[in-house]
């Protein structure tokens, strides 16, 4: 049969205006072919210029071709431009999600795994449902295990493609929480069944089972898709990647294909990937590099294509980016090029802390405006949210509108509108919706059934619900019941008086302490509990520093800042907003001016990745795949000392910062020097030097301190140990220096020596 749909297109000019590389990826055929295709290189219009290819030259039909993306977006957008390049005729094509794809291999399959066709895919928030009630009949409260962190265990197992049976087979029985979870995840998998249910991860786990399990399927879609094309592929967990191994690998004599026409045996789809292993930043997803690094031995012969020609940035921007990033080791040679021109220099900024460096970026935003940059082609990044509650401030005291992608505003997150509650609450006794609020938060056993009990009482006695708290005697709940209510009642009352005596931070500080929220946050293990901790010690830092600024403020001339300084959220711009998000979000993205900031040790690379294993060339990773979001302008920033939970410590400057060459960089801000001094801003005349005692930074992992060391820090000079907390390598110190300021120190990370 003859593929005549195309016979109108002209096969050069789905060659036109590509380059000498690009156009090799677009042409070449082979059983298997990798395109390590660079930030802004132009991998989606060689994708879909490589499919129209194809289709132009009678290879396969539209149908038989199978597109795996990582989003729905980005699916959307490459069937868009295939039909544009091709018409209509292109809409058999299989260009979907991992997930979506597989969903509908499933629904057709189904009846094989003990299914009905018309099975339910649960979401995060049925699975936890049914964890919780799990949990529960397990008796897992005293192993303090939450859903989330049963359903995190059992999603990462699942993406391992271990199930129930495997996963309690190397369970460590001995220890209780390990024990339990084996069973629940039994008891999930049962129920699931009974339900006729399969959760999101169990899409691709049980597709690949299906085509493992059952060879006559496999065969089936094997002759179906004749080209296998897979986006970002270096984002691919284990299931994903055997997902696309099952598509792909030779097929059992028995259950050969054959080409109906020519009666030929068929071998297995060709297989083509792009993904570039210097943009891999989800290991913590369970992505693994090693499928993209290790490509050629899984596909002995596959052909490699490098994308090198970078569409998006000016030379300046690539050859810092390729700098900072050469630095890791055994990844392939790539050197991003453009032919746009040298650019603007990048711009280095040195803040004296954070509100210094908040209000240089706001200041540069405001500046940029003025000459006419739109704000929606303005973006700040930033390794972790708990950094943006200054700047933040900032851009609301400046009537300058944003929006935080892929997040809630600062001061919208659940854990921030808790603290906050706990601080109008007490005080503003007659508050009866900040009260209520936090009447169980934590859980203290007070359910809805006894709330609302309180509040028909208040209304009976005419009394503010804060009140009724202390009379819960009089209401028959029960002593266990009472005595709870009682003694949140009275917490309230002591932190009120507290406000006498304290300042609005210190009185926050002792609610989050004495009432557990902070505490059970610690002890979780849920990561999304740590970056909780994370956001409640930068909303303290940022309430130090107000208070620092407003000695006479109350907590209720604070609160009464917050909001209506929130009204400038409401504010939009006939030029849009500025972009705030993670590192993470922003892959895939770009923006005009990009603003990367916190570029601290410990901040980026986070503390974190010091301990694990390729931790810190994934922290590089993220460094490049920000600088590669800029098409003209790029500014990098970091503080020289941070407010966090009441203490300011002093940082170091990324040690990415020092790789980038001086005569690529525009330097400003404050001199390392004792920061009693003046806070302008100063003309760096010579960063490079001052930078590169990043590399010269001892070595404290080892480093124990105890009450009276002296010590010499190297911007603050002598000082003397007065208290210490933690051993090696998280212990801190509590340092007095000879200039008479007091600083709280991280001992492995702080520029110090023992004496």
């Known amino acids: 049969m003859q593929l005549d749909i195309f016979e109108n297109l002209n096969p050069d000019s789905l060659l036109e205006g590509l380059n000498p590389q690009q156009r090799a990826a677009v042409v070449h055929r082979g059983r298997a072919l990798l395109i390590v295709a660079g930030a802004g290189s132009g991998k989606t219009r060689v994708l879909t210029h490589r499919i129209a290819h194809m289709l132009h030259s009678k290879e396969v039909w539209p149908s038989q071709v199978l597109a795996i993306t990582f989003t729905n977006k980005a699916a959307a957008e490459m069937r868009e431009r295939i039909e544009n390049l091709i018409g209509p005729s292109g809409q058999g094509m299989w260009i979907k999600t991992f997930h979506s794809a597989c969903l509908q291999i499933l629904r057709r399959e189904a009846q094989r795994l003990g299914h009905d066709a018309n099975f339910t895919v649960y979401d995060t928030q049925d699975t936890r449902a ?17 859903p989330q962190q049963a359903a995190a265990i059992i999603s990462n197992a699942k993406n391992e493609l271990k199930d129930a049976e495997d996963f309690a087979r190397n369970a460590d029985r001995s220890n209780p929480k390990e024990r339990i979870v084996s ?9 699931l069944k009974r339900n006729n249910a399969f959760d999101f991860d169990d899409l691709i786990a049980e597709t690949v089972h299906l085509l493992r399990a059952f060879p006559e399927v496999r065969a089936r879609y094997q002759k179906r898709f004749r080209q296998v094309l897979v986006d970002e592929y270096q984002d691919t967990n284990h299931a994903q990647y055997a997902l696309i191994r099952e598509f792909t690998r030779p097929l059992p004599d028995e259950y050969a294909i054959y080409d109906d026409q020519t009666a030929e045996q068929l071998m297995p789809a060709e297989l083509t990937v792009v993904g570039d292993s210097d943009q891999s930043i989800y290991a913590f997803r369970g992505a693994d590099i090693r499928n993209i690094t290790e490509f050629e031995r899984d596909f002995p012969g596959a052909a490699t294509i490098l994308l090198e020609q970078n569409y998006r940035s000016t030379q300046n921007i690539l050859s810092a980016a390729n700098t900072v990033i050469s630095q890791n080791p055994y990844r392939p040679a790539k050197n991003l090029w453009t032919d746009q021109g040298a650019g603007e220099l990048i711009s280095l900024f040195t803040g004296l802390d954070e509100r210094n460096e908040a209000a240089f970026i706001v200041d540069k935003i405001s500046e940029l405006h003025g000459e006419g940059v739109a704000y929606r082609d303005i973006a700040v990044l930033y390794r972790t949210n708990a950094l943006t509650p200054s700047l933040e401030a900032e851009l609301k005291s400046q009537r300058v509108p944003y929006a935080v992608i892929g997040g809630l505003k600062f001061f919208e997150r659940k854990e921030i509108k808790d603290a906050l509650a706990y601080l109008s609450a007490i005080s503003n006794g007659r508050n009866d919706e900040a009260v209520r609020r936090v009447i169980n938060v934590p859980a203290r056993g007070i359910g ?40 949140f009642g009275e ?50 830092g940022q309430l130090f520093e107000w208070q620092a600024q407003n000695p006479e403020g109350t907590v209720a001339d604070y609160l009464a800042e917050v909001t209506l300084s929130a009204s400038a959220d409401e504010i939009e711009d006939e030029s849009g907003t500025i972009s705030l998000m993670t590192l993470h979000t922003a892959k895939g993205l770009e923006y005009q001016v990009i603003f990367m900031i916190g570029l601290e040790q410990g901040t980026l690379p986070h503390v974190r990745s010091f301990d694990e294993p390729g931790g810190l060339q994934e922290e590089r990773r993220l460094m490049y795949v920000g600088m590669t979001r800029a098409r003209e302008r790029l500014f990098l920033s970091h503080a020289l000392q941070r407010t966090l939970f009441g203490n300011t410590a002093s940082f170091m400057p990324s040690a990415f910062l020092s790789d980038i060459p001086a005569e690529l960089l525009d ?72 200039s008479g300021i007091t600083k709280r120190l991280l001992v492995k990370m702080a520029p110090i020596q023992k004496h």
Request: no cysteine.
């Open 491 to 540: 917490l309230l009352n002591e932190l009120d008086a507290l406000t006498a005596t304290d300042g609005p931070a210190e009185v926050l500080k002792l609610a989050l302490e004495r009432s557990g929220y902070r505490s059970i946050l610690e002890a979780s293990r849920d990561p999304q509990d740590e970056a909780r901790v994370d956001n409640l010690d930068a909303l303290l």
């Open 130 to 146: 049914l964890l919780r009630r799990l949990l529960r009949e397990a008796g897992a409260e005293d192993a303090d295990i939450k």
């Open 183 to 191: 069973e629940v995840y039994l008891a999930y998998t049962n129920e």
């Open 448 to 487: 809805d059934k006894t709330e609302l009990k309180l509040a028909q009482f208040a209304r009976s006695q005419d009394v503010p619900f804060r009140h009724a708290l202390l009379r819960a005697h009089e209401l028959g709940l029960g002593p266990k019941l009472t005595a709870s209510v009682l003694e």
């Open 667 to 738: 330097a400003e801000g404050a001199e390392r020097q004792p920061l009693t001094q003046s806070t302008g801003f100063q003309k760096r005349s010579s960063w490079q030097g001052a930078i590169n005692t990043v590399a010269q930074v001892r070595d404290n992992k080892e480093l124990s301190l105890e009450v009276g060391d002296k010590i010499s820090h190297d911007a603050f000079g002598a000082g003397k140990v007065i208290g210490v907390t933690g051993n090696p390598p998280k212990q801190t110190a509590e340092v007095r220096f000879e």
